[in-house]
């Protein structure tokens, strides 16, 4: 049976019932001399009680004033037949109770039977509106009926203002709720101060619920209402998040769990209204609704196909509290339109990390130097930056495995950072290391564009003991991490004979292990000259290292050699010699070490600059 079919149906069944209600109260020893037809349904009735009350009526016996059986058809009658018999009952004297349910197709019938003072006395229009006005508008679950009962009463429902009178009454009302609940809540303190106890639950949202059952237009201008009344933003959230949970959650079935594609159903458009006006209705104070929230209403705008507009919005507001938000909120699924094959919506998150990393610099901008310059504690901001890159970290390396993403996105995500927002890079070696396991063919040059992501210096024992061991990663990586693990264990063995020569040495490296933790307190325009000086240093101190390795091979093979001839004192101070002139961490503060050649040393300066060069 076809929608059709069953419109008839109901309209057999509604004209059959109402003809037997007819006969129940409409007197039968005089005649009927006017048959009215509303949407079907007709009325055998009499001319004089309906003329007597009713503008529109008595026009119409007017300019048929010749026929003795009068037959009218009302079309578009507000209510349709059941708010024409009402009309009907009060014209013919009988009583029947005025309520909220019923009251808006009354208000409307009378305006369109022109039921006024001035063809009669207490007539159903002033009737409706006292009732409307003392009662419903004094109430707000009556008022959120007659909301109910308006969305079938449209437009004339808000021309004649019963819906602009219900929303400001219900606005009105929530927020004296609200006051009268604020009073409740203060106490005094124990030094006698006034204060409001924010333990107690606020008892002044308890509209919430009831507000979920609007029609999704009508919702919108009641929470715009609220707003300029001075609503407060969290009840304002708490109703967001209830009305979007009550009209979206009911439709998961949008999605095909098999593989993530798109169903096309006819109340897709009706989901897509819904976001996108929640969406636009979201205060603009922070926390003012939960961030888990927000990422659901991205989802779905996403599903949905909903404006950019309203994307880049989301994106905003979730960028700005980034800091909060979990692992599972950022894993954001793609999908299949989306025409890369990716399993998470890398593009998405990119704009959000963009966006927070924006908000971050125009905050610290105000403030750079109390921030960087003072020895007071982290600011904000800076907190959030240290929380974010956690969670980018583990996110990378959440998206690490997905066979179908492309480095460029993966570098994306990992640069939108800024340097100083990683103290220990441990998160990010991880991730990268499960980006090379994932990705075994990814050429050399890659690799290294990974890699310099990394700094080894901020990687800690454990990390950089793997990171030592571990073949994914190009061979200049492995020997940074060597490098920089072996100025490590130079440092721990220093530091275990205070009393020994090399104490300003041991300052010197351990200022530099530990460069990467200051640069963090350091603002970043004033941390790169550093850096870039730093950089050089370790560069030159990486040649000599090489060049003095390759000296210490060759002294091997001598010692070797010397050995197998002779096992003399000779030998030893031969031997004590060679070992001096070594110096494997640098030169030494001994007055018994000997420093290379002058010839040796312009050798190892020309070799410097030159790898130097290159490696720039």
């Given amino acids: 049976?076809?929608?059709?079919?069953?419109?008839?149906?109901?309209?057999?069944?509604l004209a059959k019932s109402t003809r037997q209600r007819?006969?129940?109260?409409?007197?039968?020893?005089?005649?009927?001399?006017?048959t009215i037809e509303v949407n079907g349904v007709s009325f055998a009735l009499h001319k004089f009680p309906l003329v007597s009350r009713s503008g529109r009526i008595q026009k119409l016996v007017a300019e048929h004033r010749d026929s003795d059986m009068l037959r009218v058809e009302l079309v578009n009658v507000p209510g349709g037949a059941e708010s024409f018999e009402l009309a009907a009952k009060f014209c013919y004297g009988i009583n029947f109770e005025i309520t909220s349910f019923n009251v808006a197709q009354l208000y409307c019938v009378s305006d369109y039977l022109e039921m006024t003072?001035?063809?009669?006395?207490?007539?159903?229009?002033?009737?409706?509106?006292?009732y409307l006005e003392i009662v419903v508008c004094k109430n707000l679950e009556m008022c959120v009926e007659v909301l109910q009962q308006c969305e079938s009463l449209l437009p004339l429902a808000d021309e004649l203002k019963i819906i602009s009178r219900c929303i400001d009454a219900i606005a009105s009302k929530a927020c004296a709720e609200q006051i009268a609940s604020s009073f409740s809540r203060l106490e005094y303190s124990s030094s006698g101060r006034l204060h409001m106890n924010r333990q107690t639950k606020c008892e002044g949202d308890w509209w919430i619920e009831d507000l979920s059952v609007i029609q999704i237009d009508l919702y919108q201008r009641l929470i715009t209402a609220m707003k300029c009344r001075g609503v407060r933003p969290e009840s304002i959230g708490a109703s967001l998040v209830n009305f979007a949970q009550k009209e979206l959650t009911k439709k998961c079935s949008l999605w095909n769990p098999s593989g993530l594609t798109k169903v096309d159903l006819g109340s897709t458009d009706h989901e897509r209204l819904v976001v996108e006006t929640i969406i636009g209705l979201l205060p603009v104070e922070k926390l003012a609704v939960p961030i888990s929230f927000l990422f659901g209403l991205l989802r779905s705008a996403v599903m949905l196909d909903c404006s950019i507009s309203c994307r880049l919005d989301l994106e905003r507001r979730i960028g700005s509290q980034l800091d909060i938000?979990?692992?599972?909120?950022?894993?954001?699924?793609?999908?299949?339109?989306?025409?890369?094959?990716?399993l998470f919506d890398v593009d998405t998150v990119q704009r959000i990390l963009v966006n927070f990393s924006q908000q971050d610099d125009s905050e610290g901008d105000m403030d750079d130097e109390s921030v960087f310059e003072s020895d007071s504690p982290r600011s904000p901001s800076q907190t959030a930056l240290f929380k974010v890159a956690i969670l980018v970290d583990n996110y990378l390396a959440e998206i690490a495995p997905d066979a179908n993403l492309k480095l460029p996105k993966f570098l994306g995500i990992a640069e939108t950072l800024p340097e100083h927002a990683r103290t220990i890079h441990d998160g990010l070696y991880r991730a990268i290391d499960i980006y090379l396991k994932a990705h075994p063919s990814l050429p050399d040059e890659d690799r290294k564009r990974l890699c310099k992501l990394i700094d080894f210096q901020k990687l800690s024992q454990e990390a950089g003991a793997h990171a030592a061991q571990n073949e994914r990663l190009p061979i200049q990586s492995i020997v940074q991490v060597l490098y920089f693990e072996q100025l490590r264990l130079r440092n721990a063995l220093c530091c275990s004979y205070p009393d020994d020569g090399h104490k300003p040495a041991v300052h010197h490296q351990s200022w530099r292990?530990?460069?990467?933790?200051?640069?963090?307190?350091?603002?970043p325009?004033?941390?790169?000259?550093?850096l870039r000086?730093?950089?050089?240093?370790?560069?030159?101190?990486?040649?000599?290292?090489r060049m003095r390795l390759n000296d210490l091979e060759k002294e091997h093979v001598c010692m070797k050699r010397d050995m197998v001839k002779s096992r003399s004192r000779r030998f030893m101070r031969?031997?004590?010699?060679?070992?001096?002139?070594?110096?494997?961490?640098?030169?030494?503060s001994s007055r018994g070490s000997s420093s290379p050649s002058r010839q040796s040393y312009r050798t190892d300066s020309k070799v410097i600059e030159r790898t130097c060069a290159s490696t720039d």
């Avoid at 003072?117 to 006292?130: A, I, P, Y």
């Avoid at 325009?525 to 550093?530: C, G, H, I, L």
């Avoid at 031969?574 to 961490?585: E, N, P, V």
């Fill in 22 to 34: 007819c006969n129940e109260w409409i007197f039968r020893d005089v005649p009927s001399d006017i």
């Fill in 525 to 530: 325009r004033d941390n790169y000259a550093s």
């Fill in 574 to 588: 031969s031997f004590s010699k060679k070992i001096g002139k070594l110096s494997l961490f640098g030169h030494s």
């Fill in 117 to 130: 003072e001035e063809f009669s006395k207490d007539n159903l229009g002033s009737r409706t509106e006292e």
């Fill in 1 to 13: 049976m076809d929608k059709h079919q069953q419109q008839q149906q109901q309209q057999l069944f």
């Fill in 513 to 523: 292990i530990s460069s990467g933790a200051l640069s963090a307190a350091m603002s």
């Fill in 325 to 342: 938000a979990t692992l599972d909120d950022i894993l954001i699924p793609s999908f299949r339109h989306s025409g890369d094959g990716t």
């Fill in 533 to 545: 000086r730093e950089n050089r240093e370790l560069k030159l101190e990486l040649t000599r290292m």
